[in-house]
């Protein structure tokens, strides 16, 4: 039996299901209950997957079976889950090396898409709590959200509650603390209202605002578990993020990394001092910045070579425009960024950006959103 492997059964409450293991498994130990009815169970077995299709997310592939899938890393089918068409039946195969921590990345999965069908979001952010309410920071890795979540724990005494994929009940606005995690390692068992979302930009003076709900549910859509091996279950998590994203305060936030920045998000946030809605835009892709003896160079390429005949000149107030216009922007926040990066007194900086702005539209480089 290997050290992992449970003599009697374990239960674990994560949000609103409960788990009955054959398996201890390492970090939903703060997530163990007394025994109780469990929705779902979790058992070990010896057999072998039969062949199918599979679809590929991220490490993991999901080969589709008559009654459900078989999960397992790209490394090889030796290990992997069973999860039966309703989540409800899950069955660990090993080849004798049997254990909990291995076991925990496909768990996951199976629990995040029954807790999808039940009205709740697994979202990729850190979160800390704050007076009894819970602050998530989301944004692609590297960006830094784990830095923002760093600030606010050393300069507002915040605590961490999860370093990545927490849950959200789309029906309550509740924050619930899961049993897996980021390299934090952060396991907290808590239920607490959520307070706010907030989508992280890099950013050298700090500037908020609050997204639309088109704009809220875009970052969402990139942001939250979809498990698209499972239409049926994709498709009412789609539902789920349009809810979270009409429902949700959610902002968009430049800088934020210091202590300083994050006591004036915090006021910021409390006070309802951030920027209203405000239409985004972005740069067309198939173009190219080039630095050719001190001047920049707006260049197609591929395809809109032909069809865009030409290139325009820039100087590099407009190529920085144009490098914060690779991701959705807006104006206001445009106009920030020129003016923590350059002295230039704002009259002048608006004009110069109005300008610039009519002419990438007039030239059709610009995709509004």
């Given at each position: 039996?290997?050290?992992?492997?449970?003599?009697?059964?374990?239960?674990?409450?994560?949000?609103?299901?409960?788990?009955?293991?054959?398996?201890?498994?390492?970090?939903?130990?703060?997530?163990?209950?007394?025994?109780?009815?469990?929705?779902?169970?979790?058992?070990?077995?010896?057999?072998?997957?039969?062949?199918g299709s599979e679809i590929r997310s991220g490490s993991i592939l999901h080969r589709k079976l008559a009654d459900g899938w078989?999960?397992?890393?790209?490394?090889?089918?030796?290990?992997?889950?069973?999860?039966?068409?309703?989540?409800?039946?899950?069955?660990?195969?090993?080849?004798?090396?049997?254990?909990?921590?291995?076991?925990?990345?496909?768990?996951?999965?199976?629990?995040?898409?029954?807790?999808?069908?039940?009205?709740?979001?697994?979202?990729?952010?850190?979160?800390?709590?704050?007076?009894?309410?819970?602050?998530?920071?989301?944004?692609?890795?590297?960006?830094?959200?784990?830095?923002?979540?760093?600030?606010?724990?050393?300069?507002?005494?915040?605590?961490?509650?999860?370093?990545?994929?927490?849950?959200?009940?789309?029906?309550?606005?509740?924050?619930?603390?899961?049993?897996?995690?980021?390299?934090?390692?952060?396991?907290?068992?808590?239920?607490?209202?959520?307070?706010?979302?907030?989508?992280?930009?890099?950013?050298?003076?700090?500037?908020?605002?609050?997204?639309?709900?088109p704009q809220s549910r875009r970052l969402l859509m990139r942001q939250c578990f979809l498990p698209m091996w499972d239409t049926?279950?994709?498709?009412?998590?789609?539902?789920?993020?349009?809810?979270?994203?009409?429902?949700?305060?959610?902002?968009?936030?430049?800088?934020?990394?210091?202590?300083?920045?994050?006591?004036?998000?915090?006021?910021?946030i409390r006070k309802h001092s951030y920027h209203k809605e405000e239409p985004d835009m972005k740069a067309k892709p198939g173009?190219?910045?080039?630095?050719?003896?001190?001047?920049?160079?707006?260049?197609?390429?591929?395809?809109?070579?032909?069809?865009?005949?030409?290139?325009?000149?820039?100087?590099?107030?407009?190529?920085?425009?144009?490098?914060?216009?690779?991701?959705?922007?807006?104006?206001?926040?445009?106009?920030?960024?020129?003016?923590?990066?350059?002295?230039?007194?704002?009259?002048?900086?608006?004009?110069?950006?109005?300008?610039?702005?009519?002419?990438?539209?007039?030239?059709?480089?610009?995709?509004?959103?």
């Amino acid at each position: 039996m290997s050290k992992h492997e449970a003599k009697s059964s374990i239960y674990y409450r994560i949000a609103d299901v409960t788990l009955r293991s054959e398996i201890a498994l390492p970090s939903f130990a703060a997530f163990e209950v007394p025994p109780a009815d469990a929705e779902v169970t979790l058992t070990l077995t010896d057999e072998k997957a039969p062949a199918g299709s599979e679809i590929r997310s991220g490490s993991i592939l999901h080969r589709k079976l008559a009654d459900g899938w078989f999960c397992h890393t790209v490394a090889g089918d030796d290990e992997g889950l069973f999860i039966s068409r309703d989540y409800a039946t899950l069955r660990y195969r090993a080849e004798g090396r049997a254990g909990g921590w291995s076991a925990q990345r496909y768990v996951r999965l199976a629990l995040e898409c029954l807790l999808a069908r039940r009205g709740f979001v697994s979202i990729h952010a850190a979160a800390v709590e704050l007076d009894g309410e819970a602050y998530l920071f989301t944004a692609p890795s590297g960006v830094g959200k784990s830095t923002r979540a760093r600030a606010w724990i050393e300069s507002l005494g915040a605590c961490l509650v999860s370093g990545d994929r927490p849950l959200i009940c789309v029906e309550t606005m509740e924050f619930f603390g899961v049993p897996w995690d980021g390299k934090e390692q952060c396991f907290r068992n808590v239920r607490i209202p959520l307070n706010t979302i907030c989508e992280v930009r890099r950013g050298k003076a700090l500037h908020g605002r609050r997204l639309s709900q088109p704009q809220s549910r875009r970052l969402l859509m990139r942001q939250c578990f979809l498990p698209m091996w499972d239409t049926e279950t994709a498709v009412i998590q789609m539902r789920n993020i349009l809810r979270l994203s009409r429902d949700a305060r959610i902002l968009r936030v430049f800088g934020g990394r210091s202590s300083g920045d994050a006591k004036r998000l915090y006021k910021m946030i409390r006070k309802h001092s951030y920027h209203k809605e405000e239409p985004d835009m972005k740069a067309k892709p198939g173009f190219t910045v080039r630095r050719l003896v001190g001047e920049y160079v707006l260049m197609p390429i591929d395809e809109n070579i032909a069809a865009f005949n030409g290139a325009v000149m820039l100087n590099s107030v407009s190529a920085f425009i144009w490098e914060k216009l690779q991701q959705e922007i807006s104006r206001s926040e445009l106009l920030a960024a020129v003016l923590a990066e350059f002295e230039v007194d704002e009259e002048t900086a608006a004009k110069d950006l109005d300008a610039l702005l009519a002419e990438l539209t007039r030239l059709g480089l610009i995709e509004q959103g």
